[in-house]
Protein backbone atom coordinates (compact mmCIF):
# COMPACT_ATOMS: atom_id res chain seq x y z
CA UNK A 1 0.00 0.00 0.00
CA UNK A 2 1.30 3.27 -1.04
CA UNK A 3 1.88 5.42 1.94
CA UNK A 4 3.88 7.76 4.45
CA UNK A 5 4.47 6.32 7.40
CA UNK A 6 5.36 8.78 10.79
CA UNK A 7 6.80 7.80 13.93
CA UNK A 8 6.09 8.40 16.94
CA UNK A 9 2.42 9.63 16.86
CA UNK A 10 2.03 10.69 19.90
CA UNK A 11 5.06 12.32 22.07
CA UNK A 12 4.94 13.76 25.90
CA UNK A 13 8.91 14.97 26.04
CA UNK A 14 10.35 18.03 28.11
CA UNK A 15 12.13 21.10 27.18
CA UNK A 16 15.66 20.69 26.11
CA UNK A 17 15.47 16.46 25.25
CA UNK A 18 16.18 16.04 21.83
CA UNK A 19 14.03 13.96 19.82
CA UNK A 20 13.54 12.92 16.23
CA UNK A 21 10.47 12.64 14.40
CA UNK A 22 10.97 9.90 11.64
CA UNK A 23 9.05 10.04 7.98
CA UNK A 24 8.99 7.32 5.57
CA UNK A 25 6.77 7.28 2.43
CA UNK A 26 7.26 4.07 -0.19
CA UNK A 27 6.21 5.77 -3.59
CA UNK A 28 9.79 6.70 -4.57
CA UNK A 29 8.67 10.76 -4.29
CA UNK A 30 11.05 13.52 -5.05
CA UNK A 31 9.41 15.75 -2.60
CA UNK A 32 9.45 15.61 0.62
CA UNK A 33 7.92 18.15 3.69
CA UNK A 34 6.92 19.29 7.17
CA UNK A 35 4.29 20.59 8.82
CA UNK A 36 3.13 22.34 11.92
CA UNK A 37 -0.57 22.54 12.62
CA UNK A 38 -1.75 24.74 15.14
CA UNK A 39 -5.33 25.95 15.24
CA UNK A 40 -6.24 29.20 13.34
CA UNK A 41 -3.12 28.84 11.88
CA UNK A 42 -3.67 26.12 8.82
CA UNK A 43 -0.79 24.11 8.11
CA UNK A 44 2.61 26.13 7.98
CA UNK A 45 5.51 24.76 6.08
CA UNK A 46 8.71 23.73 7.89
CA UNK A 47 11.16 22.59 6.01
CA UNK A 48 11.24 20.81 2.12
CA UNK A 49 13.00 18.76 -0.06
CA UNK A 50 13.50 18.57 -3.79
CA UNK A 51 15.61 14.69 -3.65
CA UNK A 52 18.05 13.60 -1.52
CA UNK A 53 20.61 16.09 -0.31
CA UNK A 54 18.48 18.59 -1.12
CA UNK A 55 16.63 20.70 1.58
CA UNK A 56 15.43 23.97 2.38
CA UNK A 57 13.62 26.11 5.15
CA UNK A 58 9.79 26.56 4.96
CA UNK A 59 7.94 29.43 6.67
CA UNK A 60 8.43 28.09 10.18
CA UNK A 61 12.50 26.52 10.50
CA UNK A 62 13.24 27.99 13.31
CA UNK A 63 14.14 25.08 15.90
CA UNK A 64 14.08 22.16 13.90
CA UNK A 65 16.15 20.18 11.37
CA UNK A 66 15.81 17.75 8.89
CA UNK A 67 18.20 15.81 6.60
CA UNK A 68 17.74 13.60 3.36
CA UNK A 69 20.14 10.90 3.33
CA UNK A 70 17.89 8.85 1.49
CA UNK A 71 14.94 9.26 -0.87
CA UNK A 72 12.68 7.42 1.37
CA UNK A 73 12.91 8.90 4.80
CA UNK A 74 12.73 12.84 5.73
CA UNK A 75 13.18 12.53 9.67
CA UNK A 76 12.68 15.61 11.59
CA UNK A 77 14.84 16.64 14.67
CA UNK A 78 14.01 18.80 17.53
CA UNK A 79 17.42 19.54 18.82
CA UNK A 80 16.19 21.38 22.01
CA UNK A 81 12.46 21.58 22.07
CA UNK A 82 10.38 24.39 23.37
CA UNK A 83 6.86 24.56 24.92
CA UNK A 84 6.11 26.59 21.47
CA UNK A 85 6.84 23.91 19.51
CA UNK A 86 3.32 21.86 21.33
CA UNK A 87 1.80 21.19 17.83
CA UNK A 88 0.90 18.01 15.83
CA UNK A 89 3.07 17.83 12.81
CA UNK A 90 2.59 16.20 9.30
CA UNK A 91 4.89 14.72 6.98
CA UNK A 92 3.80 14.75 3.31
CA UNK A 93 5.20 13.35 -0.18
CA UNK A 94 5.19 14.18 -3.69
CA UNK A 95 6.05 13.26 -7.32
CA UNK A 96 7.74 15.38 -9.00
CA UNK A 97 9.11 15.03 -11.80
CA UNK A 98 5.81 13.06 -13.31
CA UNK A 99 3.87 16.81 -12.85
CA UNK A 100 1.32 15.40 -10.47
CA UNK A 101 1.94 17.62 -7.92
CA UNK A 102 -0.48 15.37 -5.28
CA UNK A 103 0.68 15.66 -1.92
CA UNK A 104 0.40 12.46 0.89
CA UNK A 105 0.07 13.32 4.13
CA UNK A 106 1.50 11.03 6.93
CA UNK A 107 -1.51 10.22 9.64
CA UNK A 108 0.17 13.05 12.04
CA UNK A 109 2.17 13.31 14.99
CA UNK A 110 0.91 15.14 18.38
CA UNK A 111 3.96 16.51 20.19
CA UNK A 112 3.45 18.13 23.59
CA UNK A 113 6.58 19.81 25.13
CA UNK A 114 6.30 20.35 29.18
CA UNK B 1 6.89 34.60 -0.99
CA UNK B 2 3.43 33.47 -1.33
CA UNK B 3 0.79 34.49 0.98
CA UNK B 4 -2.62 32.55 1.37
CA UNK B 5 -5.72 34.35 2.53
CA UNK B 6 -8.79 32.11 3.33
CA UNK B 7 -12.36 33.12 4.39
CA UNK B 8 -14.47 32.17 6.19
CA UNK B 9 -12.52 30.36 9.06
CA UNK B 10 -16.19 28.68 9.96
CA UNK B 11 -19.13 28.24 7.82
CA UNK B 12 -21.93 26.52 9.00
CA UNK B 13 -25.01 25.48 6.41
CA UNK B 14 -27.80 23.51 6.35
CA UNK B 15 -28.29 19.83 4.73
CA UNK B 16 -28.78 20.51 0.94
CA UNK B 17 -27.17 23.78 0.52
CA UNK B 18 -24.51 25.12 -1.22
CA UNK B 19 -21.04 26.30 0.39
CA UNK B 20 -18.30 28.51 -0.61
CA UNK B 21 -15.20 29.01 0.67
CA UNK B 22 -12.65 31.94 -1.04
CA UNK B 23 -9.19 32.25 -0.81
CA UNK B 24 -6.79 34.94 -2.77
CA UNK B 25 -2.97 34.61 -3.19
CA UNK B 26 -0.28 37.47 -3.78
CA UNK B 27 2.17 35.76 -6.13
CA UNK B 28 0.98 36.01 -9.53
CA UNK B 29 3.54 33.17 -10.62
CA UNK B 30 1.30 30.63 -8.75
CA UNK B 31 -0.15 28.33 -11.35
CA UNK B 32 -1.01 25.48 -8.74
CA UNK B 33 -4.38 25.63 -6.71
CA UNK B 34 -5.17 22.57 -4.30
CA UNK B 35 -7.70 22.01 -2.13
CA UNK B 36 -7.92 19.78 0.89
CA UNK B 37 -10.52 18.26 3.25
CA UNK B 38 -9.39 17.38 7.05
CA UNK B 39 -11.93 15.29 8.86
CA UNK B 40 -11.37 15.38 12.47
CA UNK B 41 -8.71 13.68 13.65
CA UNK B 42 -7.44 12.64 9.89
CA UNK B 43 -4.85 13.68 8.06
CA UNK B 44 -5.45 16.35 5.21
CA UNK B 45 -6.41 15.07 1.68
CA UNK B 46 -6.81 16.13 -1.78
CA UNK B 47 -10.31 16.73 -3.40
CA UNK B 48 -9.87 19.18 -6.18
CA UNK B 49 -7.41 20.68 -7.86
CA UNK B 50 -7.24 23.80 -10.33
CA UNK B 51 -4.14 24.58 -12.63
CA UNK B 52 -3.75 28.56 -13.75
CA UNK B 53 -4.73 27.31 -17.56
CA UNK B 54 -8.25 26.57 -16.74
CA UNK B 55 -11.03 28.62 -14.77
CA UNK B 56 -13.15 25.59 -13.67
CA UNK B 57 -13.27 22.36 -12.48
CA UNK B 58 -15.80 19.90 -11.31
CA UNK B 59 -16.20 16.81 -9.34
CA UNK B 60 -19.65 16.08 -8.88
CA UNK B 61 -20.89 17.70 -5.97
CA UNK B 62 -17.48 19.94 -5.80
CA UNK B 63 -16.38 22.22 -7.93
CA UNK B 64 -13.10 25.15 -7.54
CA UNK B 65 -13.11 28.35 -9.61
CA UNK B 66 -9.99 30.35 -10.35
CA UNK B 67 -9.88 33.84 -11.00
CA UNK B 68 -6.12 34.88 -11.93
CA UNK B 69 -6.09 38.69 -12.95
CA UNK B 70 -7.54 38.91 -9.53
CA UNK B 71 -5.61 36.44 -8.04
CA UNK B 72 -8.42 34.12 -5.80
CA UNK B 73 -9.70 31.46 -6.18
CA UNK B 74 -12.58 29.62 -4.83
CA UNK B 75 -14.58 26.23 -3.62
CA UNK B 76 -18.41 25.45 -3.86
CA UNK B 77 -19.72 22.29 -2.63
CA UNK B 78 -23.22 21.75 -3.50
CA UNK B 79 -26.11 19.94 -2.02
CA UNK B 80 -23.98 19.50 1.27
CA UNK B 81 -24.52 16.41 3.16
CA UNK B 82 -23.35 15.80 6.54
CA UNK B 83 -19.85 14.08 5.60
CA UNK B 84 -19.07 16.90 4.22
CA UNK B 85 -18.41 18.25 7.71
CA UNK B 86 -14.50 18.79 7.85
CA UNK B 87 -11.62 21.81 8.02
CA UNK B 88 -11.06 22.37 4.56
CA UNK B 89 -7.45 24.12 3.36
CA UNK B 90 -6.55 25.86 0.05
CA UNK B 91 -3.51 26.10 -1.07
CA UNK B 92 -1.11 27.93 -3.67
CA UNK B 93 2.00 26.29 -5.50
CA UNK B 94 4.39 27.21 -8.20
CA UNK B 95 5.08 23.74 -9.89
CA UNK B 96 7.98 24.93 -12.07
CA UNK B 97 9.95 24.95 -8.99
CA UNK B 98 7.62 23.05 -6.92
CA UNK B 99 9.16 24.19 -3.32
CA UNK B 100 7.17 26.40 -0.61
CA UNK B 101 3.94 24.91 -0.80
CA UNK B 102 1.63 27.73 0.85
CA UNK B 103 -1.26 26.90 2.49
CA UNK B 104 -4.20 28.68 3.76
CA UNK B 105 -5.46 28.56 7.86
CA UNK B 106 -8.20 26.15 7.03
CA UNK B 107 -12.18 26.45 7.10
CA UNK B 108 -14.11 24.89 9.59
CA UNK B 109 -17.69 23.30 7.41
CA UNK B 110 -20.57 22.28 9.52
CA UNK B 111 -23.10 21.09 7.79
CA UNK B 112 -26.52 20.51 10.21
CA UNK B 113 -29.07 18.21 9.15
Known amino acids: EAQVTQNPRYLITVTGKKLTVTCSQNMNHEYMSWYRQDPGLGLRQIYYSMNVEVTDKGDVPEGYKVSRKEKRNFPLILESPSPNQTSLYFC?????????????FGAGSRLTVL | GENVEQHPSTLSVQEGDSAVIKCTYS??????FPWYKQELGKRPQLIIDIRSNVGEKKDQRIAVTLNKTAKHFSLHITETQPEDSAVYFC????????????FGAGTQVVVTP
Open chain 2, 91 to 102: AAALTDSWGKFQ
Open chain 1, 92 to 104: ASSPVLSGANVLT
Open chain 2, 27 to 32: DSASNY
